[in-house]
């Protein structure tokens, strides 16, 4: 399992200590954040910005420079327009604009494999 609970331990060493091999075995460190992880962050940006009651320009924003993704000019201008209205105050056609919109920025990222053989099988 990944991650590391909040619980009590002897002491404050112990906890980085374990923290450093949680990360360790994940191939990650504090200096190199893997692909995988970066996809995971963006994936979970997301997933809880289209929950808010409201779009948030920000979330994008940031996930466009942790994955040094380029947004283009005419699409931040338009995402930044719709920063903070409700979702249930925009037109239909105006919401799923900016939802296609984000997802399609967002495609590379979020659709990224590691290392993904893929294999054909033949009916026998």
Same mark, same amino acid.
């Not at 979970?44 to 466009?64: E, G």
């Not at 040094?68 to 920063?83: G, I, M, S, Y």
């Given at each position: 399992? *990944?991650?590391?609970?909040?619980?009590?331990?002897?002491?404050?060493?112990? /906890?980085?200590?374990?923290? $450093?091999?949680? /990360?360790?075995?994940?191939?990650?460190?504090? #200096? $190199?954040?893997? !692909?995988?992880? #970066? =996809? /995971?962050?963006?994936?979970?940006?997301?997933?809880?910005? *289209?929950?808010?009651?409201? *779009?948030?320009?920000?979330?994008?924003?940031?996930?466009?420079?942790?994955?040094?993704?380029?947004?283009?000019?005419?699409?931040?201008? *338009?995402? =930044?327009?719709? #920063?903070?209205? #409700?979702?249930?105050?925009?037109? !239909?056609?105006? =919401?799923?604009?900016? %939802?296609?919109?984000?997802?399609?920025?967002?495609?590379? +990222? /979020? %659709?990224?494999?590691?290392? +993904?053989?893929? +294999?054909? +099988?033949?009916?026998?």
């Amino acid at each position: 399992m *990944f991650g590391l609970e909040l619980r009590r331990k002897g002491n404050i060493g112990d /906890l980085v200590r374990d923290a $450093q091999s949680c /990360l360790a075995a994940h191939g990650l460190s504090i #200096h $190199q954040i893997t !692909p995988d992880m #970066h =996809r /995971l962050a963006v994936a979970h940006s997301l997933q809880s910005m *289209f929950a808010k009651p409201y *779009f948030d320009v920000c979330t994008i924003r940031d996930c466009a420079t942790m994955v040094k993704l380029v947004v283009p000019k005419e699409t931040e201008d *338009f995402l =930044r327009a719709a #920063h903070c209205i #409700h979702w249930g105050e925009m037109e !239909p056609e105006f =919401r799923q604009a900016v %939802t296609a919109m984000v997802m399609v920025l967002f495609k590379d +990222v /979020l %659709t990224y494999e590691q290392d +993904v053989q893929v +294999v054909k +099988v033949e009916p026998s």
